[in-house]
Nanobody, 122 residues
Framework: QVQPVESGGGSVQAGGSLRLSCAVS????????MAWFRQAPGKEREFVAA????????YYTDSVKGRFTISRDNAKSTVALQMNSLKPEDTAVYYC???????????????WGQGTQVTVSS
C-alpha cells in the first residue's frame, strides 16, 4: 500500500510563492507517475500537474503553466510543486496522488494523500 503525505501549505498574499512537498511510503515510488490535484469548496477536484516515472515528462493544466513547476526525487521518494505568482483562484486543498501514467484524468490515480490547504489572499 502507498500512502502519500503532503506538506508545505499555508497562507500567502497574491503574487507570492509556496512550495508543496509530498513524501510517499514504500519502496516502489519510482514505479509510479505522480500528480497534484486541487479542490476548492463547492467544486470538483481538478488536475494541476503530473510527472512521469523518470521525471522526464511533465504536464500542467493551462491555468498554472508558467507559474507552477512539478519535480520529483526518486532517491528520497518525494515529489514537489513549486508555486509562483499565486492568485486567489489558486486557493484550494492540494492533493498528492500516484498512478500508472501522468495523465489528467482523476480516475487514473489510485493512491491519495490527505491534502494540504493553500490560501491566497488578494
Amino acid at each position: 500500500q502507498v500512502q502519500p503525505v503532503e506538506s508545505g501549505g499555508g497562507s500567502v498574499q497574491a503574487g507570492g510563492s509556496l512550495r508543496l512537498s509530498c513524501a510517499v511510503s514504500g519502496h516502489t515510488f519510482s514505479s509510479y507517475a505522480m500528480a497534484w490535484f486541487r479542490q476548492a469548496p463547492g467544486k470538483e477536484r481538478e488536475f494541476v500537474a503530473a510527472i512521469s516515472w523518470s521525471g522526464g515528462g511533465t504536464y500542467y493544466t493551462d491555468s498554472v503553466k508558467g507559474r507552477f513547476t512539478i519535480s520529483r526525487d526518486n532517491a528520497k521518494s518525494t515529489v514537489a510543486l513549486q508555486m509562483n505568482s499565486l492568485k486567489p483562484e489558486d486557493t484550494a486543498v492540494y492533493y498528492c496522488t500516484a498512478g500508472l501514467k501522468p495523465v489528467p484524468g482523476i480516475d487514473s490515480y489510485r493512491y491519495w494523500g490527505q491534502g494540504t490547504q493553500v490560501t491566497v489572499s488578494s
